[in-house]
């Protein structure tokens, strides 16, 4: 581990630490739903092609989330 996350590891409380595990676990949770459920839609119930909620997946945090409420059309 670089000794900057060391040294950041060392100021944190036990429960920001706890924190941020369960904050990381939600956003891999999300991302892993909303990848599979892409993978799986027909691209006709979709507002965009796949492979731009793909790299929304991966470029912003926010991405699950916004694919779906955005991202998928209503039947």
Known sequence: MPESLKKLNERLSRRQRATLVVLGALELSGKAAAAR???????????????????????????????????????
């Open 37 to 75: 459920d892409i993978k799986r839609r027909p691209v006709e119930q979709m507002r965009a092609v796949k492979l731009f909620w793909r790299l929304a997946l991966a470029v912003n945090t926010f991405g699950p989330l916004g694919y779906f409420l955005l991202g998928r059309r209503r039947a």
